[in-house]
């Protein structure tokens, strides 16, 4: 072999084998991915129980307020984190999908399962609200899979707009969530990102208000909604351009059924919304449905009164 055929199968080589680490490197890369283990849709509700018993041993103990709205939303959140998303091990997976927790002062359960599925640490959790960097609202921290500070109310929707929008700009294939209160969509700003969203057809956006009926310290039908317009939400969502779902927001098991449905749908062209009819406080008989404990802790004698999580 004359020197220039050397030289020209030598750069061949180099040139196969780059092409070979490269190749091996996108399939190592891949596989090094630890997908979080999702649970069967029937042992959800379970698990809810559980995050809900954690979530009011801790904010009781820790004496933190906010523990009703909290609790409207544990079973949206379950169904999310341990069937819907895609997650892995690194809460800073590029291919995640995103989650921004809109009603950031309800933001309890969210720790709860954060620490469950191994993003916060359980010392964190046990010390939030004394000492931890877990503050009364959710601040952003992605180390730790929180996207967003959303502690003013009507910023998460533009948030989550804007990270659907980016991704399919981009070709990116995660999706994004955002978990609204409903007296939090009387913001102004909520409706721009639902133009927004419904403009640029961004089906790659899911978004679930906890419809829970109540906002502060009174019933929505008694600040803005206008009596009598029960099913308001799903009419204005609609006649904004979205697809629309109604269930029983404590039937996490239902509500992936729905959600599932739009993710498979190649024909869908549009951002969903599911409204999930929920109670304040549930799970502790003593606030279900009270205007008063928004952010008032119960005594000992109220929580006396039992739970559905036992």
């Known amino acids: 072999m004359n020197y220039e055929k050397g030289i020209f199968y030598f750069k061949t080589g180099i040139i196969m ?17 630890k997908t979080l283990a999702k649970l069967p849709a029937n042992q959800l509700y379970k698990k809810a129980n559980t995050m809900r018993k954690d979530l009011v041993k801790i904010a009781v103990q820790n004496k933190a307020g906010h523990i009703a709205p909290s609790l409207s939303c544990v079973d949206i959140l379950t169904a999310l984190y341990y069937y819907t998303m895609n997650l892995s091990r690194d ?64 910023h998460g929707l533009p948030i989550a707009a804007g990270i659907a929008f980016g991704a399919k700009l981009q070709g990116k294939k995660y999706r994004v969530y955002c978990v609204a209160g409903d007296g939090e969509m009387q913001e102004g700003s909520m409706w721009e990102a639902v133009q927004f969203a419904a403009k640029y057809k961004l089906s790659n956006l899911t978004v679930i208000i906890d419809h829970n009926r109540l906002q502060a310290m009174d019933f929505l039908e008694d600040v803005l909604t206008v009596e009598g317009k029960r099913f308001d939400l799903q009419q204005k969502m609609k006649a904004f351009g979205f697809e629309v779902k109604t269930c029983n927001g404590h039937n996490p098991e239902k509500m992936v059924s729905i959600v599932e449905r739009w993710i498979k749908s190649s024909a869908l062209d549009k951002p969903q919304v599911l409204i999930a009819n929920t109670v304040k406080g549930y799970g502790l008989l003593c606030m279900e449905n009270i205007p008063k404990f928004h952010f008032r802790l119960p005594t000992e004698d109220e929580l006396n009164m039992g739970c559905r999580f036992e």
């Open 17 to 33: 084998i780059e092409k070979a680490i490269k190749k091996n490197h996108r399939v190592s890369s891949s596989q090094r991915v």
């Open 91 to 154: 809460p800073q997976w590029e291919e995640r999908d995103r989650l921004v927790f809109s009603k950031a002062h309800g933001c309890y359960g969210l720790y709860a399962i954060l620490a469950d599925r191994g993003y916060i640490q359980r010392e964190d959790w046990e010390n939030f609200y004394r000492g931890s960097f877990l503050s009364g609202c959710a601040e952003r921290s992605t180390g730790h899979g929180i996207e967003a500070s959303c502690g003013a109310l009507g």
